[in-house]
Antibody
Framework: QVTLKESGPGILQPSQTLSLTCTFS??????????VGWIRQPSGKGLEWLAN???????YYNPSLKNRLTISKDTSNNQAFLKITNVDTADTATYYC?????????????WGQGVMVTVSS | DIQMTQSPSFLSASVGDRVTINCKAS??????LNWYQQKLGEAPKRLIY???NLQTGIPSRFSGSGSGTDYTLTISSLQPEDFATYFC?????????FGSGTKLEIK
């Protein structure tokens, strides 16, 4: 059974760095073809893809935020991470992590429930 | 970037109705189109992958079709548990992009 769960700070101030953790089970990020992605959704708005990381440590970022994003993984502990630097109120959103199995393409099959992050002074 | 235009944004329907939701891509996405269902407070659930492949465990009343730039999700006979928000995802190329969502409500 594949599960993913996001965790984060809840609230942070403008200009700080947002650190998110995705803890997953039911698969390994050291297995060929596996990946984890991050997606966010501001309240009442659409979904925005942020970044993906693959089993071979290859990474893809959304160009609109690329300079602010860093994705990484800890294979031993079944975790993936996302850092967003210099946050502002526009980064307030629910953040999701999701699994990718490249056999099915680049899309996500299993998602976490999401974690709400508020940026406020 | 590939823009995904999803319609309608809201849909009011009754149990037993047949409904369709559409996603139009700004360029050919080669059938790399997934459909998801999202209920409040729950993780999004993949229904259909690569245009017309039913995710394991998803009822057969859900189906997908399309090619090129135009894709459709069909629910053949709405059940009470189907009232939710639906969105599409193109994964033909980076950056991955989503449709804006369709909220399906009970009439």
């Amino acid at each position: 059974q594949v599960t993913l769960k996001e965790s984060g700070p809840g609230i942070l101030q403008p200009s700080q760095t947002l650190s998110l953790t995705c803890t997953f089970s039911g698969f390994s990020l050291s297995t060929y073809g596996m990946g984890v992605g991050w997606i966010r959704q501001p309240s009442g708005k659409g979904l925005e893809w942020l970044a993906n990381i693959w089993w071979d440590d290859d990474k893809y970022y959304n160009p609109s935020l690329k300079n602010r994003l860093t994705i990484s993984k800890d294979t031993s502990n079944n975790q993936a991470f996302l850092k967003i630097t210099n946050v502002d109120t526009a980064d307030t959103a629910t953040y999701y992590c999701a699994r990718i199995k490249v056999y099915y393409g680049l899309g996500f099959d299993y998602w976490g429930q999401g974690v709400m992050v508020t940026v406020s002074s | 970037d590939i823009q995904m235009t999803q319609s309608p944004s809201f849909l009011s329907a009754s149990v037993g109705d047949r409904v369709t939701i559409n996603c139009k891509a700004s360029q050919n996405i080669n059938k790399y189109l997934n459909w998801y269902q999202q209920k409040l407070g729950e993780a999004p659930k993949r229904l259909i992958y690569n245009t017309n492949n039913l995710q394991t465990g998803i009822p057969s009343r859900f189906s997908g079709s399309g090619s090129g730039t135009d894709y459709t999700l069909t629910i053949s006979s709405l059940q009470p548990e189907d009232f939710a928000t639906y969105f599409c995802l193109q994964h033909n190329s980076f950056p991955l992009t989503f449709g804006s969502g369709t909220k399906l409500e009970i009439k």
